[in-house]
């Protein structure tokens, strides 16, 4: 089996009242902003582009969502993030969208060389009505004239197997997970089909979402991945992102 280290790039943290993100709380929460890259022999992938540098010092692109989360906290840029885990951004050779909210596209233009892999349900939706109406999706985060290879169901990165696009539609149209084979086992990097591992748990969708019955369906997909022993990582649950603590999984 190749060699694969799937790095933790932390693109920053923004906080809202939990009840704006899921049904489960209505507290305050803190929540990272969780992006992978994934060291392959035959290329670099990063699974998430985070969020968009100019919210490293102000809300303001974030529009009427500002004040859903009301604060953002930016150690560095995405480029930055990348270069803390000592990786050239440039180099990167691929970039998995899970799905295009500003949350996880927005640090694209830190990526120059990558091309993107996303579900062709999910890409084409970015010309819609509804897309453009919506303030979580900002085109002009990543529609910056990258290649795009738009995929349909599941997709094998390499064709060995180890780096898959697993389709878990829902949130969005098009939203897709990425299963990963490392030596110590599966990999599912959730994205936001599930933000947290108690949305997982209590059976909990947020309050907004293309089609919230679909997304339960996905994460009964997600369930079956744990049943079979993989590790399930999720994009934005605070207390599993403090355990990584940074550290690559191999
Ligand atoms: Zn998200």
Known sequence: MPQIRLIPVESGFMTSKAGALSEDA??????PIACWI???????????TGLHA??????????SLSKVFYQIDMEHDLKGAIESQGIDPAKITHIVFSHLHFDHCGGTAAVPNGRIVVQKAEWESRTTER????????ACDFDLGHDVEEVEGLHDLFGDS????????????????????????TVVLTGDCCYWRRMLEEDLVPPFGY????????METLRQFARK??????????????GIDGKPLT
């Open 54 to 63: 100019e919210l490293q010092t102000s809300a303001a692109r974030l529009g």
């Open 211 to 218: 089609d919230l019955d679909l997304q339960r369906k996905s």
């Open 229 to 242: 022993g993989a590790t399930l990582i999720f994009s934005h649950d605070a207390e599993q992102w403090a």
């Open 26 to 31: 209505t507290s305050e929460m803190r929540f």
């Open 162 to 185: 180890t780096v898959i696009c697993i389709p878990t539609p829902g949130h969005t149209i098009g939203h897709q997970s990425l299963k990963v084979e490392l030596e110590s086992g």
């Open 131 to 138: 897309f453009r109406n919506n303030a979580s999706y900002r």
């Open 38 to 48: 994934i060291e392959h022999p035959k290329g670099l992938v990063i699974f998430d």
